[in-house]
T-cell receptor, first 113, second 111 residues
Framework: DVKVTQSSRYLVKRTGEKVFLECVQDMDHENMFWYRQDPGLGLRLIYFSYDVKMKEKGDIPEGYSVSREKKERFSLILESTSTNQTSMYLC????????????FGPGTRLTVT | RKEVEQDPGPFNVPEGATVAFNCTYSNSASQSFFWYRQDCRKEPKLLMSVYSSGNEDGRFTAQLNRASQYISLLIRDSKLSDSATYLCAVLSGGGADGLTFGKGTHLIIQP
């Protein structure tokens, strides 16, 4: 069974604090993704990575960075949080291939006050 | 990034009824198609893949219309437990850039 885990389910941070969100997958997938999901806006891709140490910007990378030092781990970094980064953050992984689904972690609900 | 569009609903449907959703996509080169189900405050989970020939899984049927660039999901004999948000997803690139999701259709099954 594919497992994608995220380091926290809920986080509350103050404006300006630094946040690390960690994601780990155990299925040796090449591709990993970070999304945020907001009511009415759907899932929006922040960053993705198709290999160790490789990263690509998604649709909304501003205010975020990522790190992929090991194949199984993909971290999302918020250097200085702002209230507009309050959201549900979802990590996903996927093998390279045309018909394979994407597997999601349980999500981290981040609140920035 | 190409668009994937869905009617957000909500669709309020009596238990036992049949309901259908469509999802349109704009990139004619899209390769793979999926329907995901998302319950409130949970992560999306794959409901079914959508193949060119269509596919059926119990009460659920998914179809692809490449000419008109849409996919559909049909739910027969709807149950209260079918209440959820249904997201369509499209793979347009080589796989590494992930799926593009619609914003979801909210379905409420009423007793």
């Amino acid at each position: 069974d594919v497992k994608v885990t995220q380091s926290s389910r809920y986080l509350v941070k103050r404006t300006g604090e630094k946040v690390f969100l960690e994601c780990v997958q155990d299925m040796d997938h090449e591709n990993m993704f970070w999304y945020r999901q907001d009511p009415g806006l759907g899932l929006r891709l922040i960053y993705f990575s198709y290999d160790v140490k490789m990263k690509e910007k998604g649709d909304i990378p501003e205010g975020y960075s990522v790190s992929r030092e090991k194949k199984e781990r993909f971290s999302l970094i918020l250097e200085s949080t702002s209230t507009n980064q309050t959201s549900m953050y979802l990590c996903a992984s996927r093998p390279t291939g045309g018909f394979d689904e994407q597997y999601f972690g349980p999500g981290t609900r981040l609140t920035v006050t | 990034r190409k668009e994937v569009e869905q009617d957000p609903g909500p669709f309020n449907v009596p238990e036992g009824a049949t309901v259908a959703f469509n999802c349109t996509y704009s990139n004619s080169a899209s390769q793979s198609f999926f329907w995901y189900r998302q319950d409130c405050r949970k992560e999306p989970k794959l409901l079914m893949s959508v193949y060119s020939s269509g596919n059926e899984d119990g009460r659920f049927t998914a179809q692809l219309n490449r000419a008109s660039q849409y996919i559909s999901l049909l739910i027969r004999d709807s149950k209260l437990s079918d209440s959820a948000t249904y997201l369509c997803a499209v793979l347009s690139g080589g796989g590494a850039d992930g799926l593009t999701f619609g914003k979801g259709t909210h379905l409420i099954i009423q007793p």
